[in-house]
């Protein structure tokens, strides 16, 4: 939702391999397809609003491996790279008080968390959590100081596990033991 209770929405269409959008600005739905590459584009996408009502999606290009990332802060889509070592999916994204995007994401090359960051105008990738098989469906927030909380799925200890920056640099806990999918 943006300031004005418009809905904006990313979602992939497995059907044709796109990224799509879908909001209801102008009063009416209206989608479109957002991805400006061919291939299978758009799984695991995930969408925040900023302040000023822009979206910003992060998401998974199947066909490279890579995880991208779109906006529509200029006025029209744009596109950027985000991670290119075959990892980004489960992405979660949230944007911070000046409208920078902060992305958790699951490496499936090397089971590990990563997080990305666009906060120095270029994006910065690193591990958070690499104990084991960890990362999967994460879900990332950001709080009143602008540090960043995400919660994620450690599959190698069937966990929930938390990950905070507050401190300035990373502190991983589990959080809750559950041994659901046995």
């Known amino acids: 939702m943006d300031s004005n209770d418009n809905v904006h929405i990313s979602y992939y269409d497995g059907s044709n391999g796109d990224l799509k959008y879908a909001t209801d600005t102008s009063g009416l739905w209206v989608t479109s397809k957002i991805s400006p590459s061919a291939g299978d584009v758009g799984q695991y996408s995930s969408i925040a609003v900023d302040s000023n009502n822009n979206a910003h999606i992060s998401y998974y290009d199947v066909t ?3 995880l991208k990332y779109i906006t529509n802060v200029p006025g029209s889509w744009l596109m950027s790279y985000v991670d290119l070592d075959g990892g980004g999916k489960y992405t979660s994204i949230a944007v911070d008080s000046t409208n920078n995007a902060h992305i958790s994401y699951y490496d499936d090359t090397n089971g590990d968390l990563k ?28 709080d009143s100081g602008d540090n960043i909380h995400i919660g994620y799925h450690d599959y190698t200890n069937g966990a929930v596990r938390y990950a905070a ?11 809750v033991t559950a041994r659901m999918f046995q």
């Open 115 to 142: 997080y990305a960051a666009n906060t120095s105008g270029s994006w910065v990738a690193s591990t958070v959590d690499s104990a084991g098989d960890v990362g999967q469906y994460s879900s990332i927030a950001v």
């Open 64 to 66: 490279n491996q890579y």
């Open 165 to 175: 920056n507050t401190s300035g640099s990373w502190v991983t806990e589990r959080s």
